[in-house]
């Protein structure tokens, strides 16, 4: 099976840009989740998709969105780029089961100028 | 809301030596998911723990988690440099996929 997609693997925006991240699941996941990373912050949960639908949100402002399609793959959006969004983006994707072991993507490189 | 601590931030090891790293958490938890990040990579999953008092290895791998369900530690047997890298430990209050996070170990292993 193949991994958990990420792309771009790298970009660099400025502030006040907006900017789109993609990921796409392993087949069969339905539950798509996106993580912040960050040398000060380390990973912080930004929400979690499952069957379309946003089933869990962290603690992050409304500049920060996103969706499932009904393939399953994902995409986030960060509007009003700040220099303090420069940080590596995580998408994960996991099965149906109720606890479920999270398998991550290489992660989008956000840098913000 | 939610804390999830771990501690120490960093340990240096010489090959050879054990190594352990312990997470505590603000609440009680449903269960509790152990990852480990190589330098320039990504999260990938190491184990789950579900069950109070529960204990798993993985060859030179131990993890155990707390009777109350809100502490866990992973101890590494005889560390080898491929065990480089930083650990972190994961929180689940409910069901579903919301990890909160430790802030991670990173282990320097010097051969």
């Known amino acids: 099976k193949a991994g958990v997609t990420q792309t771009p693997r790298y970009l660099i925006k400025t502030r006040g840009q907006q900017v789109t991240l993609s990921c796409s699941p392993i087949?069969?996941?339905?539950?798509v989740s996106w993580y912040q990373q960050t040398p000060g912050q380390g990973l912080q949960f930004l929400f979690e998709?499952?069957?379309?639908?946003?089933?869990n949100k962290g603690n992050f402002p409304g500049r920060f969105s996103g969706r499932q399609f009904s393939n399953s793959r994902s995409e986030m959006n960060v509007s009003t780029l700040e220099l303090g969004d420069s940080a590596l983006y995580l998408c994960?994707?996991?099965?149906?089961?109720?606890?479920?072991?999270?398998?991550f993507g290489p992660g989008t490189r956000l840098t913000v100028l | 809301g939610q804390q999830v601590m771990q501690i120490p931030q960093y340990q240096h090891v010489q090959e050879g030596e054990d190594f352990t790293t312990y997470c505590n958490s603000s609440?009680?938890?449903?269960?509790i998911q152990w990852y480990k990040q190589r330098p320039g990579g990504h999260p990938v999953f190491l184990i789950q723990?579900?069950?109070?008092?529960e204990v798993k290895k993985q060859k030179r791998l131990t993890f155990q988690f707390g009777e109350a369900k809100k502490n866990s530690s992973l101890h590494i047997t005889a560390t080898q440099t491929t065990d480089v890298g930083t650990y972190f430990c994961?929180?689940?209050?409910?069901?579903?996929?919301?990890?909160?996070f430790g802030g991670g170990t990173r282990l320097m292993v010097k051969p």
């Open positions: 994960a994707s996991s099965s149906d089961r109720v606890y479920n072991e999270q398998f």
């Open positions: 087949s069969g996941h339905r539950s």
């Open positions: 998709y499952f069957s379309e639908t946003q089933r």
């Open positions: 609440t009680t938890l449903s269960n």
């Open positions: 723990l579900v069950k109070s008092g």
């Open positions: 994961a929180g689940v209050k409910n069901a579903g996929n919301m990890l909160t």
